[in-house]
C-alpha cells in the first residue's frame, strides 16, 4: 500500500492537483523516444504477448504511439523515454513537478496532448489518438475500463486484480518495459535509483536505526501514514525504521485523532498538508496544540513538514518510475535536518 489510504487517492488527484503536472499544451510528437534509448534499451522480440487480470495483450511489433490512462502511467513512459500521444489530464493548469518537467525538458516532445479526465477516462480521445498500446499499470479503475480500452489497442496492465494496490513501481515499469521492447532502459532506471537510495544511505549513517512517523493532514482526518504494512518506501531504504506504534494502525485504521497525538511519537516525525487550507488542520494549529508540543519528539526540534508544493509529498505517496530518484535527491535533506534536530 502506499502513504495514502487508497479512498484519499481520487481526492488528493482532484484536491491537490497543484502538485501534479500541468493543464494542456501544445501536442507532442507521437511517442517520442529520447536519444540517449537508441544506445541503451534493447528493442525486444516481438510479437509480446502479456497476460493479464481481464485477457491478454498482444503487441504484435514495437509500439510507436503510446496512450496512458493514470499519471502513474505517463510516469512510465516518460521514464523509459517516451512521450505519450495522449494522457490524463490530473493537473488542470497547474505548474508541472520538477521531475516530469526535467524528463519533457530532456525530450523535447513539449507537453503531452491531454483529455479531461473530471468524469474518467475518455475513451473517444483515447481512440482518435490512434495508439499502438494503452498503459494500464497504475489505474485503479482497470475492472471497469478494460473491455472498452480493449478495442482500441492492447491494453498493458496487471496480471490480477489485486495488484492494483500490490504492485511496486518496478514491477509495473518493467511489465511496462516488456510491452515496449524497452526492457534494458527499465533496468537502467531501477539500478540509478538503487545507486541514488545507495549513496543517500552512506551519506547519512545518522540514520540508521532511527525511529519515523510520517502522518497526512486529510480533509476529514490526520491519517498515521506510515503504518505497520504500509510499504516502507524510501525511509527504510535509506536505514530507518517504523516507529513502535505504527503496529496500532492499518490501511482502513489508520485515523489518529487530537486527543491521542502521542500516538506520532518516534525518533523523527513527518509530517505534510496536500489538501492546504481543506485539511482538517493548518500545520500552525497542529503546532500550538498543548499535547503535540509535549511529544519529546517536538521538543527536540525533530518535527518537520514535507512540502507538498512542489510535488514532493504527491510523489511520496505514489513513487514511480520518474519520481522515485527525485524523491530521494529532495527528501534526504528534509530527514537529515529532522535528525539533527534543525
Not at 487508497?6 to 523516444?33: F, N, S, Y
Not at 504500509?230 to 490501511?251: C, H, I, M, S, W
Request: net charge negative; with cysteine.
Amino acid at each position: 500500500m502506499n502513504a495514502f489510504a487508497r479512498p484519499a487517492r481520487v481526492l488528493l488527484a482532484a484536491a491537490a492537483a497543484v502538485t501534479l503536472l500541468a493543464g494542456c499544451g501544445t501536442e507532442a510528437e507521437p511517442a517520442k523516444e529520447a536519444a540517449g534509448d537508441k544506445g541503451g534499451s534493447s528493442a525486444g522480440a516481438f510479437p509480446v504477448s502479456l497476460t493479464n487480470a481481464w485477457g491478454a495483450a498482444k503487441v504484435e511489433k514495437k509500439p510507436v504511439k503510446v496512450a496512458t490512462v493514470s499519471d502513474g502511467d505517463t510516469s512510465i513512459a516518460l521514464a523509459l523515454g517516451i512521450v505519450p500521444v495522449i494522457t490524463p489530464d490530473v493537473e488542470d493548469g497547474s505548474p508541472f513537478p520538477a521531475y516530469k518537467q526535467q524528463a519533457l525538458d530532456k525530450l523535447g516532445g513539449g507537453k503531452p496532448k491531454t483529455f479531461d479526465d473530471t468524469d474518467g477516462t475518455d475513451f473517444e480521445a483515447i481512440a482518435a489518438a490512434q495508439p499502438d498500446v494503452i498503459l494500464g499499470m497504475n489505474t485503479w479503475q482497470m475492472d471497469k475500463e478494460y473491455a472498452k480500452l480493449a478495442p482500441i489497442a492492447p491494453v498493458v496492465t496487471y496480471a490480477e486484480k489485486e495488484q492494483a494496490d500490490t504492485l511496486t513501481w518496478q514491477e509495473r515499469l518493467k511489465t511496462a518495459a516488456k510491452a515496449l521492447g524497452l526492457e534494458k532502459k527499465a533496468d537502467e532506471v531501477i539500478a540509478a535509483n538503487d545507486k541514488a537510495l545507495a549513496d543517500a544511505a552512506k551519506a547519512h549513517p545518522e540514520f540508521k536505526g532511527k525511529t519515523y512517523t510520517y502522518a497526512v493532514v486529510h480533509p476529514e482526518q490526520l491519517s498515521y501514514a506510515s503504518f505497520a504494512a504500509q510499504d516502507p518506501g524510501v525511509f527504510e531504504a535509506l536505514g530507518f525504521r517504523k516507529a513502535p506504534n505504527a503496529k496500532n494502525y492499518t490501511p482502513d485504521k489508520n485515523a489518529v485523532s487530537l486527543e491521542n497525538l502521542d500516538e506520532l511519537e518516534a525518533d523523527i516525525l513527518l509530517m505534510t498538508y496536500p489538501f492546504g487550507d481543506n485539511g482538517l488542520l493548518s500545520a500552525d494549529e497542529l503546532e500550538k496544540n498543548k499535547l503535540y508540543q509535549s511529544l519529546k519528539v517536538v521538543k527536540g526540534n525533530h518535527d518537520t513538514v514535507v512540502p507538498s508544493d512542489n510535488g514532493l509529498a504527491v510523489a511520496m505517496a505514489y513513487p514511480d518510475a520518474l519520481s522515485a530518484s527525485w524523491v530521494v535527491e529532495n527528501l534526504t535533506p528534509i530527514l537529515a535536518k529532522a535528525v539533527a534536530g534543525k
